[in-house]
């Protein structure tokens, strides 16, 4: 008889659950224990808060010389590049530079910076100055100061490992929520699909619609877990890395697809280019579906889904 085994860990700063069917306990147990193995090994490479991290190394040889890292480091950082370049820079994993004392999104935050300031604090986002050398495995950004941050598609990444480890520890069914993105595969232990709720952006612990999805992949980026209202006007905690100003116009961007560091990596983006030009992107996708909400509660779709 098949048994459903959950577990709830703090990774890379964040809440991950991890849910398996498994013919027992103790094999569900131990299939989960070698997930959070990997997740672990995962933030030790990547993390910004963990000193030597080849994050770390690559940003503190920032404008001074390339760095050798791990391939699979090189692969992460050529498909972020990749969405920069389709999501026209609205994704940037250059985006570590920007000055934190800018935007402490709390309430003492009353006023915006002036544009200047704004725009000053991004001059130096722009992923066309990651500069990689594959045949090296070497990654030098061109100038000093430059930091990059694996904060938009980290999780998502994390979760896709996560689920490879347990489908090779004979795991078939499962989920790993990593602080709501999550990748789904199998079925639930009564033959039905897994259901994930769809956060409601103005009850965060109510969902404002259900999606009955098996091996597929959904995030979901809102502006209702940190925002700053001034003068009665919502911010997210969004930047442009354009402008260097928070994005206001959406409330939540969930992406649902195959995997769940694409689907990471596209929800803030959608956030940033705005429905129209977000969801043109979208559309252009193949196996990518979208749904926004704007600031007066209009829900939009991308052409490949159907909400009830």
Same mark, same amino acid.
């Given at each position: ?158 979760? #896709? ?19 709501? !993105? ?9 033959? @039905? ?44 905690? @969004? ?14 961007? @969930?992406?649902? *697809? ?5 689907? #990471? ?5 959608? @956030? ?10 979208? &559309? ?5 579906? *979208?749904?926004?909400?704007?600031? !007066? ?6 052409? &490949?889904?159907?909400?009830?």
């Amino acid at each position: 008889m098949a048994v459903k085994v959950s577990s709830i860990q703090k990774l890379m700063g964040n809440r991950f659950e991890f849910t398996v069917i498994s013919e027992t306990e103790k094999i569900g147990q131990d299939a989960i224990d070698k997930a959070i193995e990997e997740v672990s090994r995962i933030e030790n490479l990547l993390s910004t808060f963990k000193a030597d991290s080849q994050t770390n190394l690559i940003n503190n040889s920032a404008g001074i010389k390339p760095v050798k890292v791990d391939e699979e480091v090189i692969d992460l950082i050529q498909r972020s590049l990749k969405i920069s370049a389709i999501t026209q820079g609205a994704f940037d994993i250059t985006y570590g530079s920007i000055d934190k004392n800018l935007w402490n999104f709390d309430v003492n935050m009353t006023s915006l910076p002036d544009q200047e300031t704004a725009l000053q604090s991004v001059s130096l986002i722009n992923y066309q100055n990651v500069l990689l050398n594959i045949r090296e495995s070497t990654v030098m950004l061109k100038h000093k100061g430059m930091r990059i941050g694996f904060g938009g598609i980290g999780k998502g990444y994390a979760a #896709d490992k996560a689920k490879s480890v347990l489908k090779k520890m004979g795991i078939e069914s499962g989920i790993v929520n990593a602080a709501g !993105d999550l990748i789904t595969w199998g079925k639930q232990l009564d033959e @039905t699909d897994w259901t994930i709720g769809i956060a409601d952006p103005d009850q965060k612990t109510k969902p404002s619609s259900a999606l009955n999805i098996s091996n597929m992949a959904i995030a979901t980026s809102g502006n209702y877990e940190k925002y700053a209202t001034i003068n009665g006007k919502k911010y997210s905690h @969004t930047i442009d890395p354009k402008t260097g100003l928070p994005v206001c116009g959406i409330k939540s961007v @969930t992406i649902i *697809c195959p995997s769940a560091e694409l689907a #990471d990596a596209l929800a803030t983006p959608v @956030t940033v280019m705005g429905v129209q030009v977000g969801l043109d992107m979208i &559309n252009q996708l193949h196996n990518v579906a *979208c749904i926004a909400i704007d600031e !007066d509660n209009r829900i939009y779709t991308s052409k &490949n889904i159907n909400i009830k």
